[in-house]
């Protein structure tokens, strides 16, 4: 959700604020703002919309000052306006926050503070912080936090700063990400790394219940109780590159075609040299003893959207290749349902940002209740990361473009390595079959990089598929999760209505929307549904419905009952998700940029969804 950003030092602060909020508008994008601190008053600038109605604004009226505080908007509470948007003032205007998250007490927190005479300008839930911070202070910032924090209830991350105290912000994270950037004479805050990347490598990571002051000289940390926290930087080593679009017109084109490397690099050193002469999974991070993966009798899968498509993918490949039965549960219906987690359970909790609210929470349930968590996720450090007792990243890079493209791929291989782990260790797979399966997680990087070297087809049949209202997306088996998440990829950034469903069940009733032209994107790899593939097919082309299907490159029969064909390189079936979900991201994106739509920012939509 909403993007916050911090910085006091010698630059103008509003320079490295707009800067900031650049690389964070994809967490948010109804309205950005920031509040620099100069000669015993605080400026505020804001606007809805996208950033660049911001920068308008700014370039017209610039803002002189050296400490400051900016974000960028998603909205929960009230609509996108700029009064909505952040900085919120008190009512002297000698206090701002910006703020992520909820605050789930604010009804009763507004109403007291009105009974007291506070008139709100906003109708937002974080206005009330503004007040209290204000209402709070006697001479110290951080002190006014603390106490504004004890009285808000809910998951979020505030800075705070006041003219009376130009030289700092302050910080307090509930939950919500926050991260100090650490600079020479200078110093940041941030929601999310990259919005600080270009002048720090430096970071400390704000816990929950911690407050960060943050002045030129430095940063302190410390509990809400007041004790102090002490802790080491960490480096984040990412390319400042990988937040460019490096020559492509979107993040989203160059992200598709940064999987064929980030397939390599999630692979990277996790194969090595077996004794038999080939090479076979060691997993590093899982502190699992000789018997923890015999004694799994369950896996839980739990994630939301796309992360949760690569879930249905990870259930078939534990089941196939370890001998596991699993599940795989939305995480904001696994939160508030009864599940029978037992002792002998394994919960995968996966998450690209590792900070979606509802997969944290329910990751933190079946912990509680006894289940061994396992996380699997993009970001070092996000709070799923931190919650688990073993985790498993994804080395993706950062992920900008809103609809996730290789964050996906990456939790397909990581859960592929995983499987084939989990085989050998509980005895279900044999070393020929991992050995083999190994060979072939070997050869994706290439062939992902082949599919994405033809792309006439794919870019031909965006002009069929983007004059239609609908589109309906079918696979069996494997490929039932390839054409969900296909479907996604279609909806979320061409608005084109597309629907997902077993090929079996399309008898069952969607048949009757199927007519002249009707499009249908059937996934057809998996060789032991492929004839039942075949005759769902026959079905919609006897309705006249257009078929178009990704399928292997030398698979003959598919093109005597489909239109159009999307190839892929063959590879073992348990992977092909791995490949097919490539030509589905380029259909979507194409048609999305046929129709002119904003790619890389969907409307209503935001990065990481850090509230319920
Ligand atoms: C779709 C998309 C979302 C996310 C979902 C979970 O392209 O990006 O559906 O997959 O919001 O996000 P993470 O993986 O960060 O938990």
Redesign the pocket.
Known sequence: MCGIVGYVGPRQAQDVLMHGLARLEYRGYDSAGLAVADRGRVAVAKAEGKLARLIERVDQSPLPGHAGIGHTRWATHGVPSDRNAHPHSDTTGDFVVVHNGIVENFRALRDRLEAEGVAFRSDTDSEVLAHLVARAFDGDLTEAVRRTISQAEGAYALVAMTSRQPDRIVAARMISPLVVGLGEGENFLASDIPAVLEYTREFLLVEDGEIATVTRDGATLETIAGSPVRKQPFTADWETDSVRKGGFDHFMAKEIHEQPDVISRTLGARIRPSEDGGEQVALEGLEWSDRDPAEIDRIWIT????????GLVGRVLFEQLAGIPGEVAF?HELRYGKPLFRDGSLTLA???????A??VAAARLARRRGSRLLAL???VGSS?AREADDVLYTWAGP?I?????K??VA?LVGESLLALELGRRRGTLSRTAERELVAELRTLPGKAARVLEDMDEVSRLADVLAGSPDAYFIGRGLDLASAM?GA??LK??SYIHAEAMPAGELKHGTLALISDGTPVVAVVTQEDVHSKAMLSLQEVKARRGLVIAVAYEDDEEIGTVSDHVLRIPRVADVFSPILAAIPLQLLAYFVARRLGRDIDQPRN?A???TVE
Do not use: P
């Not at 994630?303 to 690569?310: L, R, S, V």
């Not at 998450?351 to 979606?356: A, F, K, P, Y």
């Not at 473009?401 to 493209?405: L, M």
């Open positions: 994630a939301c959207g796309t992360a949760y498509h690569a995480a996966i998450s690209q940002s590792g900070e979606t509802d997969t996720t993009n970001v799923l992920e473009s809103v609809a996730s493209t964050a996906y939790m998440e996604l990829k979320e950034i939509l990065k990481s969804v």
